[in-house]
């Protein structure tokens, strides 16, 4: 009987310590998310580009090119009169280990203001980490679709389901 109950102690401690383990990923998942976002909104391409996976810097022709992209949106933006007033970060999915990757996808909503009104984009990031989920890498779905991703990074998981992308939403400014 005291083998049974020690058997049963060490499975609730391996599936609460696997549990807590997933849940310390998830949350260090979506801070880093947020950390990007905030830098994506403060126009910080130095904190920015840390959470660029390094394939998509190499795909896009190297760090300097990906700020000349990055500055040349933000630029047309700007003339446009559009600015990003918030991004949200959802909370992250499964995390899959594959190829000694932990990966997952995260949801974001990315609220812009227009000269006509508000424009809600709901997208997934591809996280990706290679140091057991100490660092994570994104990949915004919305921007790089998914053959140029596959193109990119080569090694995701096939289990990994990105979900379609969604119609954007927009509110038109009322006139008072």
């Given at each position: 009987m005291k083998s049974i109950y020690n058997i049963f102690l060490t499975t609730i401690f391996s599936v609460s310590l696997n549990f807590s383990f997933c849940q310390n990923l998830q949350t260090n998942i979506k801070a880093q998310a947020m950390d990007m976002a905030r830098a994506l909104i403060k126009n910080d391409f130095i904190a920015f580009s840390e959470f660029v996976h390094?394939?998509?810097?190499?795909?896009?022709?190297?760090?300097?090119k990906l700020k000349a992209n990055i500055d040349s949106a933000a630029s047309a933006m700007k003339q446009f009169g559009v600015q990003f007033k918030k991004i949200l970060v959802g909370n992250p999915g499964p995390i899959i280990n594959y190829k000694d990757q932990l990966q997952s996808i995260v949801p974001q909503t990315t609220t812009m203001q227009t000269m006509m009104g508000e424009l809600e984009v709901e997208?997934?990031?591809i996280a990706v980490s290679m140091d057991k989920g100490k660092k994570w890498y994104f990949i915004d779905t919305n921007v790089y679709k998914a053959d140029k991703i596959k193109t990119a990074l080569p090694d995701l998981s096939p289990?990994?389901?990105?979900?379609?992308?969604?119609?954007?939403?927009?509110?038109p400014n009322t006139q008072n």
């Amino acid at each position: 009987m005291k083998s049974i109950y020690n058997i049963f102690l060490t499975t609730i401690f391996s599936v609460s310590l696997n549990f807590s383990f997933c849940q310390n990923l998830q949350t260090n998942i979506k801070a880093q998310a947020m950390d990007m976002a905030r830098a994506l909104i403060k126009n910080d391409f130095i904190a920015f580009s840390e959470f660029v996976h390094p394939s998509i810097i190499t795909y896009t022709g190297g760090k300097e090119k990906l700020k000349a992209n990055i500055d040349s949106a933000a630029s047309a933006m700007k003339q446009f009169g559009v600015q990003f007033k918030k991004i949200l970060v959802g909370n992250p999915g499964p995390i899959i280990n594959y190829k000694d990757q932990l990966q997952s996808i995260v949801p974001q909503t990315t609220t812009m203001q227009t000269m006509m009104g508000e424009l809600e984009v709901e997208t997934s990031l591809i996280a990706v980490s290679m140091d057991k989920g100490k660092k994570w890498y994104f990949i915004d779905t919305n921007v790089y679709k998914a053959d140029k991703i596959k193109t990119a990074l080569p090694d995701l998981s096939p289990q990994l389901v990105i979900p379609p992308q969604k119609q954007p939403k927009f509110t038109p400014n009322t006139q008072n």
